[in-house]
């Protein structure tokens, strides 16, 4: 995977597990993405955060 097949997603974290993060991203709901495709960042707000993942996998959830 090349750095240009990533794309960076604001979130806000609903939940977390160890497999898993839901998050909202502005959608009508929030979905589940795996931890194994996905980084996820603190943004200095303290509320939202960064999520960088395939952009695949983006499209799929309707993130983009």
Known sequence: MTRS????VTVI???ATPSAILVDHGAA??????RSQVEI???TDG???TCTLPQWLA??????
């Open 13 to 15: 974290v609903a939940h």
């Open 5 to 8: 097949d990533l794309i960076d």
């Open 59 to 64: 499209e799929e959830k309707g993130m983009v």
């Open 47 to 49: 509320r939202t955060h």
């Open 29 to 34: 709901a929030p979905c589940w993405l795996p």
């Open 41 to 43: 960042a603190p943004n």
